[in-house]
Nanobody, 123 residues
Framework: QVQLVESGGGLVQAGGSLRLSCAAS????????MGWFRQAPGKEREFVAA????????YYADSVKGRFTISRDNAKNTVYLQMNSLKPEDTAVYYC????????????????WGQGTQVTVSS
């Protein structure tokens, strides 16, 4: 089992920045690829970014490429999502997730999930 707890969400104006954190506990964090997903009211959960177990590979949704950066610190069992140039359409609940094998943008391929953190971007 892997337990994931997100933090860092909040209310920010358009153009602003936030950094989300996801702290992991349980099994060896460095064995897992990690992903960030988001879900807005009435919409499907969508992929945001993913990072390999080592941090050497990353993958982004086109909608956030160049604005968001995913990173991880295996010594701290934490994955981050730095979000810059935020837009109102980025408003959603953001979830981190873990999977035992490589990067994947399909949320159904992830094994463990956090409870989510709300990000609201005002115009």
């Amino acid at each position: 089992q892997v337990q994931l707890v997100e933090s860092g969400g909040g209310l920010v104006q358009a153009g602003g920045s936030l950094r989300l954190s996801c702290a992991a506990s349980g099994r060896t964090f460095s064995n897992y690829a990690m992903g960030w997903f988001r879900q807005a009211p009435g919409k499907e959960r969508e992929f945001v970014a993913a990072i390999s177990w080592s941090g050497g590979s990353t993958y982004y949704a086109d909608s956030v490429k160049g604005r968001f950066t995913i990173s991880r610190d295996n010594a701290k069992n934490t994955v981050y999502l730095q979000m810059n140039s935020l837009k109102p359409e980025d408003t959603a609940v953001y979830y981190c997730a873990a999977r035992r094998t490589g990067l994947n943008s399909d949320y159904t391929k992830y094994d463990y999930w956090g409870q989510g953190t709300q990000v609201t971007v005002s115009s």
